[in-house]
């Protein structure tokens, strides 16, 4: 157990909709970062916080967005979700900035239909 | 832009031969680089990372070696065990400190033949 919490686990929705996928990081982790892993595309970065305000953006889209709460934990919202927006989604956390190991949670699996 | 390359993309051994699997980065400035191994459907879980002030670090059967003048940095697995076939990742934080995202490679799938 690396100590990084993602709810849900699993999760069926259908294109059009939007969905909510939350992330507790380890106790005292400041960082919080999102990752999308689809089969054709790897794992991609998509945004990472850092005690409460974004400190960086990768390829991610407008549609969806993130945010990190005054207790540390984050939620990614995923909106007009499409087929294509079908992957496992992790969550990762690291103490501070730096060259800073990152523990990953076990993930969410988006399945939109 | 920031970029990761790993090859090769599958990997088979027998078991006990050694296993290396190879990246190269982009940016220069990169100071960080971790290896994670992901079993299908489960979360990568990192399993040796080197910074970029040391060349050569290791743990057990596993060591990374980093070329910083070529930008490359390699995984090496000795004795390699049924256990061990998963798909490994590797990463590069970029340099700045203004964030820790990973810039992952594409992964390799290694499988160890019994």
């Known amino acids: 157990d690396s100590g990084v919490t993602q709810t849900p686990k699993h999760l069926i929705t259908a294109t059009g909709q939007r969905v909510t996928l939350r992330c507790s990081p380890r106790?005292?982790?400041?960082?919080v970062y999102w990752y999308q892993q689809s089969l054709d595309q790897g794992l991609q970065f998509l945004i990472h916080?850092?005690?409460?305000?974004?400190?960086a953006k990768g390829n991610i889209l407008e549609r969806f967005s993130a945010q990190q709460f005054p207790d540390l934990h984050s939620e990614l919202n995923l909106s007009s979700l499409e087929l294509g927006d079908s992957a496992l989604y992790f969550c990762?956390?690291?103490?501070?900035?730096?060259?800073?190991?990152?523990?990953f949670g076990q993930g969410t699996r988006l399945t939109v239909v | 832009g920031e970029n990761v390359e790993q090859h090769p993309s599958t990997l088979s051994v027998q078991e006990g031969d050694s296993a290396v699997i190879k990246c190269t980065y982009s940016?220069?400035?990169?100071?960080?680089f971790p290896w994670y191994k992901q079993e299908l459907g489960k979360r990568p879980q990192l399993i040796i990372d080197?910074?970029?002030?040391?060349g050569e670090k290791k743990d057990q059967r596993i060591a990374v070696t980093l070329n910083k003048t070529a930008k490359h940095f390699s995984l090496h697995i000795t004795e390699t065990q049924p256990e061990d076939s998963a798909v490994y990742f590797c990463?590069?934080?970029?340099?700045?400190?203004?964030?820790?995202?990973?810039?992952f490679g594409t992964g390799t799938l290694l499988a160890v033949q019994p």
């Open positions: 990463a590069a934080t970029p340099g700045g400190g203004a964030t820790n995202k990973l810039i």
């Open positions: 106790s005292g982790d400041l960082s």
């Open positions: 916080y850092y005690n409460g305000e974004e400190r």
């Open positions: 940016d220069s400035a990169s100071n960080y």
């Open positions: 990762a956390s690291s103490p501070r900035l730096g060259a800073e190991v990152a523990f």
């Open positions: 080197i910074r970029s002030n040391v």
